[in-house]
């Protein structure tokens, strides 16, 4: 690190010159980047998604969505018997003026239960075709079809799983908006910690490093999709990221220059170990995100090469723009200048409290987290339920009134049977009679047979929406497995179990990979074993901890309404994983911080207890200071369209708050001062392997659970 600061600070204006490139050109493509984004959420080579691909090949609508459920409504004293050819010519017209639409209802069906038990509405399931590249649907298409011909007097509806949470509220504000909002909030945070100009560095460093992911992210989109969640993640996760890892470098060149050495001495002093420590953190950022490279899921694939960028970005830019910025113009913005602080005395009297009350602050941190990992067992996987979605508007208006009428629920999320058109009667025979379904139906129209294959639709009694109640679709999938003619079931409790089984299935093993990869990489960070064993066992139980508040908050409804939403019921599939996948980096970040810094002053002082509080003084503030400006960008980020998107923002959101609180202002610094020489201990081994000076604890350490004193070795 120091030759690479002395390279930079030889080359400082080329090094200037070269990012002023990127960010100029980053800046030019981002636009394009937006526009290459899609919404694919599919799970290519699971039985459903074969099934779904099928259907689609072969009807071009269906398969991959929930259909709109339409309902058309009587006036008062008229029934749908008496008007029978009048509804089912409206529910034709959206089959003949809305492109690749399929529709099934009373009429093609002859079935009596799509009429409500009081008579006077009827509904239809209108399955339409699923644009991944813009994920528009034909909301305005279908609805101008059923005004034009609804009969005289009634009125129609329009819901169904996807217009309910469209309904709900998926409008909000841009990335670019919400990235100003997120970077106002981080300038102010930065403003009270430099109190200078030198407030503004952090801020430069991240905009560069965000418009650096964007010009690489571009000609990847040429080579493969990427999901539109990309860009929130490149824009905001990024901004908290590159800040703090400049915030770190900016700190520790000030305190050296604090200390009374000169600007460029100052530079490499602060790359030899804040630069050292980002770049440690940066690659943990990384190792995280391996475990959405491994999954078979396209769409999270492209967020972990997508968010891959983040910390490559950020450390690059952190590595070599600030310290030529620093080297340069420096000290000049550091205006109007004040001594740095570089030892906080109330985080040092708190750190002293802790490991006074070590055994009080372990305890009463394990307790509360073993809480809230106790929540996280109640989750349960899936997508939002109807009573979570919203709760006024025509789409709500509509669904209840088919609830009043005796329809069940389950209509919302059908399960689709593609089979042999010669046999799909007997299939819906076999299938209505299977526990949990309330009918099975087969269209006779030409739209619902094709080529000899008809999709038979089988209605749940129940909404089939997350991983409690999906039992009905795991009968009808066992049961169709013997049924001749069957050639593929799917629809959204499908598309569940198939990610449940694909994904969750082997996500142990990939997590237990990233653990031993990241603890791995600390023993030669920290030189010892227990550190970095600590390190990741309590990474992991910071992560359940988390997803136990984000059980609360949003399945159970225990803070929902802060934004108007009822309890979601579920956990939207695809959330946990990535909040996993970036989470597990960014609170290592300050595990990062913290732990290099007890090292150093462990090295310095021999004292496990001088470790703790002198590495909780010099860094405490800085990592609360951190922790505040990433959750500003997810809390700008919670403020953006559609549920997922504020659930994921308040997980991570949750989840550094709680990293920066609980996890390392308190169970760390208690369990480093309860472990005491064993924190150092590297064997010889073990150090040679991984080419690093061995660590033996030093002599004038009189702790707790010491190992045998040998001389401390050199650094």
């Known amino acids: 690190?120091?030759?690479?600061?002395?390279?930079?600070?030889?080359?400082?204006?080329?090094?200037?010159?070269?990012?002023?490139?990127?960010?100029?050109?980053?800046?030019?493509?981002?636009?394009?980047?937006?526009k290459k984004v899609t919404f694919d959420f599919s799970l290519p080579g699971q039985p459903g998604s074969n099934a779904a691909k099928k259907i689609n090949q072969l009807f071009a609508s269906g398969g991959y969505n929930a259909p709109y459920v339409l309902t058309v409504t009587l006036p008062a004293g008229q029934s749908v018997a008496e008007h029978a050819d009048q509804v089912a010519a409206t529910f034709n017209a959206v089959q003949t003026r809305v492109p690749q639409v399929r529709v099934v209802?009373?009429?093609?069906?002859?079935?009596?239960?799509?009429?409500?038990?009081?008579?006077?509405?009827?509904?239809?399931?209108?399955?339409?075709?699923?644009?991944?590249?813009?994920?528009?649907?034909?909301?305005?298409?279908?609805?101008?079809?059923l005004e034009g011909a609804k009969p005289a007097g009634s009125t129609i509806g329009i819901t169904g799983e996807d217009v309910l949470a469209k309904s709900q509220g998926s409008a909000g504000p841009g990335v670019a908006t919400l990235s100003f909002i997120g970077g106002l909030g981080a300038l102010l945070v930065l403003a009270f910690v430099f109190a200078s100009l030198l407030a503004l560095l952090p801020l430069v460093i991240a905009v560069v490093s965000i418009m650096a992911s964007f010009l690489v992210l571009y000609p990847l989109t040429f080579v493969g999709h990427f999901s539109a969640l990309v860009e929130y993640l490149i824009a905001l996760v990024g901004l908290g990221v590159a800040i703090d890892y400049s915030l770190l470098v900016v700190t520790r060149w000030r305190e050296e220059r604090a200390a009374g050495r000169d600007n460029h001495d100052a530079v490499?002093?602060?790359?030899?170990t804040a630069g050292h420590a980002v770049l440690f953190s940066g690659i943990t950022v990384a190792i995280g995100l391996l475990s959405l490279l491994v999954l078979p899921v396209p769409f999270l694939r492209s967020v972990g090469v997508g968010g891959f960028l983040i910390p490559l970005a950020s450390v690059a830019t952190t590595l070599s723009l600030t310290p030529a910025i620093l080297g340069g113009i420096g000290p000049r913005v550091d205006w109007p200048r004040r001594k740095p602080k570089t030892l906080s005395r109330r985080w040092s009297s708190w750190a002293g409290a802790v490991v006074r009350g070590r055994w009080l602050a372990a305890g009463a941190s394990l307790v509360l987290l073993a809480v809230l990992v106790g929540a996280f067992f109640t989750?349960?996987?899936?997508?939002?339920?109807?009573?979570?979605?919203?709760?006024?508007?025509p789409a709500y208006q509509a669904l209840q009134t088919l609830k009043s009428g005796g329809v069940p629920t389950g209509t919302l999320t059908p399960i689709e049977v593609l089979a042999s058109s010669d046999q799909a009667k007997s299939v819906a025979t076999a299938l209505g009679k299977v526990d949990g379904v309330d009918r099975a139906v087969v269209a006779t129209d030409p739209a619902n047979n094709r080529d000899g294959k008809t999709v038979v639709v089988v209605i749940p009694s129940k909404e089939t929406v997350n991983s409690k109640s999906i039992g009905t679709v795991k009968r009808v999938k066992s049961?169709?497995?013997?049924?001749?003619?069957?050639?593929?079931?799917?629809?959204?409790?499908?598309?569940?179990?198939?990610?449940?089984?694909?994904?969750?299935?082997?996500?142990?093993?990939?997590?237990?990979?990233?653990?031993?990869?990241?603890?791995?990489?600390l023993v030669r960070a920290f030189r010892s074993l227990l550190l970095p064993l600590k390190a990741v066992l309590l990474n992991l139980v910071s992560l359940g901890a988390t997803y136990g508040l984000l059980t609360l908050f949003w399945q159970d409804g225990h803070g929902?309404?802060?934004?108007?939403?009822?309890?979601?019921?579920?956990?939207?599939?695809?959330?946990?994983?990535?909040?996993?996948?970036?989470l597990y980096g960014l609170s290592m970040d300050y595990e990062v911080f913290i732990l290099a810094r007890m090292r150093e002053e462990y090295d310095r002082t021999g004292s496990t207890e001088q470790a703790v509080v002198g590495g909780m003084g010099r860094t405490g503030r800085l990592v609360t200071s951190a922790a505040l400006i990433l959750f500003l960008g997810f809390a700008a980020m919670a403020a953006g369209p559609g549920t997922d998107l504020k659930v994921m923002a308040t997980a991570l959101g949750f989840g550094i708050l709680l990293d920066a609180t609980i996890i390392r202002s308190l169970l760390v610094p208690a369990l480093v001062?309860?472990?005491?020489?064993?924190?150092?201990?590297?064997?010889?081994?073990?150090?040679?392997?991984l080419r690093v000076p061995a660590s033996r604890p030093s002599p004038a350490a009189a702790e707790v659970g010491s190992v045998p004193p040998e001389p401390v070795s050199a650094r």
């Open 268 to 272: 490499k002093a602060a790359m030899d």
């Open 379 to 393: 989750m349960r996987i899936g997508q939002s339920s109807t009573e979570s979605l919203t709760k006024s508007g």
């Open 105 to 145: 209802d009373q009429a093609n069906t002859g079935d009596a239960a799509f009429t409500t038990s009081d008579g006077r509405t009827s509904y239809a399931l209108v399955f339409y075709h699923y644009d991944n590249k813009t994920a528009k649907m034909p909301d305005a298409q279908v609805k101008q079809a």
């Open 479 to 521: 049961a169709a497995q013997n049924l001749p003619g069957v050639l593929g079931v799917t629809g959204v409790g499908a598309a569940q179990i198939d990610f449940l089984h694909g994904v969750y299935g082997n996500f142990p093993l990939t997590l237990t990979v990233i653990a031993v990869l990241t603890f791995i990489l």
């Open 1 to 34: 690190m120091r030759r690479w600061a002395e390279f930079v600070l030889t080359h400082r204006k080329l090094v200037v010159l070269f990012w002023i490139v990127v960010f100029v050109v980053g800046g030019s493509v981002s636009g394009a980047v937006s």
């Open 673 to 689: 001062s309860l472990f005491g020489s064993w924190n150092w201990y590297l064997p010889d081994g073990l150090a040679r392997l």
């Open 560 to 582: 929902s309404g802060l934004f108007d939403i009822a309890k979601t019921g579920a956990i939207t599939f695809w959330i946990p994983l990535i909040v996993f996948a970036f």
